[in-house]
């Protein structure tokens, strides 16, 4: 079979661009979703390792879209690799069915690599600099105090009126900052 793994980083994104480059391979299953590449734990990827079998093909539109790391990016092409599965990434055009194609990857995945450790380097030497000219104070901290409508819409997800992602979309707040706010709002609560 020929299968497709498509993903964006967030839901305001488009996968369109990648599900249009890859049509070409008439692929048989398609595997999408919508969540950060950070790490490997992700529902439909885990779920396309667990589905895939010898002799399929993987294709992905390009290697950020699979792994953000190196060793991410290895070991699940090592997986595909001991299943008797091939992998084509269409970017940068490299087939792990051929020995070229394994040299390539591994290189071009340590570039990846080395590449976002370096901006993650300058971001950092930035900040110091900026922190020592006194530019620089970083996030503000977002609490209950800085949320008037908090009580509101709680009493509203508590009802089950709105969902834990329309609370986070209403307070402009990511799910981890607004699970802290619960547990603070709990807190005040019982005290």
């Known amino acids: 079979m020929n299968i497709a793994y498509v993903r964006v980083s967030s839901a305001d994104q488009n996968e369109a661009r990648q599900i249009e480059a890859l049509k070409k391979h008439g692929i048989d299953k398609w595997f999408s979703e919508k969540v950060s590449g950070k790490n490997t734990d992700r529902p439909k990827l885990q779920e396309l390792l667990d589905f895939v079998r010898s002799g399929d093909t993987l294709y992905i539109h390009d290697f950020s879209r699979l792994a953000r790391s190196t060793k991410d990016l290895l070991r699940i092409t090592?997986?595909?690799?001991?299943?008797?599965?091939?992998f084509y990434s269409d970017k940068e055009q490299i087939d792990t069915s051929t020995p070229a194609g394994?040299?390539?990857?591994?290189?071009?995945?340590?570039?990846?690599?080395?590449?976002?450790?370096?901006?993650l380097d300058r971001?950092?030497?930035?900040i110091e600099l900026a922190k020592k000219a006194g530019k620089y104070r970083g996030r503000h901290s977002i609490t209950l105090r800085s949320c008037p409508t908090f009580g509101k819409y709680y009493a509203e997800y508590m009802n089950r009126r709105i969902n834990k992602g329309d609370f986070a979309k209403l307070l402009n707040v990511s799910r981890p900052t607004l699970n802290r706010l619960i547990a603070e709002y709990q807190g005040t609560k019982n005290d």
């Open 78 to 86: 090592d997986l595909l690799t001991a299943k008797g599965v091939a």
């Open 123 to 126: 971001q950092r030497e930035g």
């Open 102 to 119: 394994r040299l390539m990857l591994t290189m071009i995945g340590a570039i990846a690599e080395f590449e976002r450790q370096t901006i």
